[in-house]
Nanobody, 123 residues
Framework: VQLQASGGGLVQAGGSLRLSCAASGRTFSRYTTGWFRQAPGKEREFVAAINWKGGSTYYADSVKGRFTISGDNAKNTMYLQMTSLKPEDTAVYYC?????????????????WGQGTEVTVSS
């Protein structure tokens, strides 16, 4: 299973970015997928997750109302639409997948990870 995250970049505070995570070797529709991030000097933290079977989603409080997780079954690709970005959103963003339908904010419960895409939000 390979996950390829993309879409990161430099954006000003208040701006938007859309991250993508394309999968090969696993069909997302049978699993739960999520986004995590790790800022410099900080531990990895949960951002959002989606259950592809029922479409339910789960967000960290810090991004609720600003970020939207979604998926395209036909493209086997997951997205993270980020709006109203803040400097504290600066981090490397990772996508991950787990073989379960329940949503999880625990990184260790995910079994495959992408390589990360860097997001920098300037003030």
């Amino acid at each position: 299973v390979q996950l390829q995250a993309s879409g990161g970049g430099l954006v000003q505070a208040g701006g938007s970015l859309r991250l993508s995570c394309a999968a090969s070797g696993r069909t997302f529709s049978r699993y739960t997928t999520g986004w995590f991030r790790q800022a410099p000097g900080k531990e990895r933290e949960f951002v959002a997750a989606i259950n592809w079977k029922g479409g339910s989603t789960y967000y960290a409080d810090s991004v609720k109302g600003r970020f939207t997780i979604s998926g395209d079954n036909a493209k086997n690709t997951m997205y993270l639409q980020m709006t109203s970005l803040k400097p504290e959103d600066t981090a490397v963003y990772y996508c991950a997948t787990r073989y379960a339908f329940s949503l999880s904010n625990t990184g260790t419960s995910y079994d495959y990870w992408g390589q990360g895409t860097e997001v920098t939000v300037s003030s």
